[in-house]
């Protein structure tokens, strides 16, 4: 089936406490957002790249990219007041029936592994959500107190979450609520089920100075 990427990248830097939105960081010789989309076009070069940005930063990015002379194709999208409404706009983009993936821009160290399960996933059963186990114990907290809980029955959920076209556009075409954390939560609220496969660990979300630090590592041990 033909294959889309939805990359959102709406953040604004403030937990990084830095003067550029985080995915415009640079990361070893290229900004975070670069080696996102370099990770899908080496996973599939004919896949079709929609990155979802703030209109305000449209300009920025295209002169990076011919400062960077980054040259992979890919179209682009304006961002919304929310995520889901973001990848609302991108998924305006997806023009036939497909499977579409949606990532966070900031997640540069997807692995091609995590992709084809994603995608395989989602063509034989709709959806492919990657997870991964926790390693910490982990506490229930609320207004009366905290307890302990099984890690074993908690996962922590990663992108990029991989859905067959038409049930994502369904999907995308209720009301916005705060539950919708994600996809996989949008998708769910329509009483469909989706089905997790295993994510890599590596695949870290860059939102602090310290997972900058950590990026830097897994970069450097790569090449």
């Known amino acids: 089936m033909k294959k889309y990427v939805i990359i959102v990248a709406g953040g604004k830097g403030e937990r990084m406490n830095a003067d550029l939105p985080k995915q415009f960081l640079p990361i070893g010789n290229k900004p975070?957002?670069?080696?996102?989309?370099?990770?899908?076009?080496?996973?599939?070069?004919?896949a079709s790249i929609i990155l979802v940005l703030p209109g305000t930063q449209f300009p920025f990015w295209?002169?990076?990219?011919?400062?960077?002379?980054?040259?992979?194709?890919?179209?682009?999208?304006?961002?919304g007041e929310t995520r889901f409404h973001s990848v609302k706009n991108g998924l305006s983009l997806v023009t036939e029936d497909s499977l579409v993936a949606v990532?966070?821009?900031?997640r540069p160290f997807v692995?091609?592994?995590t992709m084809h399960r994603c995608f395989d996933s989602a063509e034989l059963n709709g959806s492919g959500i990657p997870v991964i186990e926790l390693v910490d114990s982990i506490r229930y907290i609320d207004e009366t107190g905290n307890k302990s809980v099984n890690r074993s029955n908690y996962r922590l959920v990663q992108t990029p979450q991989v859905f067959q076209s038409t049930l994502l556009k369904e999907a995308y075409q209720q009301e916005y609520t705060p539950r919708f954390t994600d996809d996989a939560s949008v998708v769910e609220a329509l009483g469909k089920?989706?089905?997790?496969?295993?994510?890599?660990k590596k695949n870290i979300k860059i939102t602090t100075p310290f997972d900058l630090e950590v990026a830097e590592v897994i970069l450097k041990n790569k090449s």
């Open 111 to 113: 692995n091609k592994t």
């Open 62 to 79: 295209q002169k990076l990219c011919e400062e960077y002379h980054f040259t992979i194709p890919h179209l682009l999208a304006e961002g």
């Open 32 to 46: 975070i957002l670069m080696h996102t989309l370099a990770a899908f076009y080496g996973y599939d070069p004919l």
């Open 193 to 200: 089920k989706v089905q997790l496969v295993e994510g890599n």
């Open 103 to 106: 990532h966070d821009g900031v």
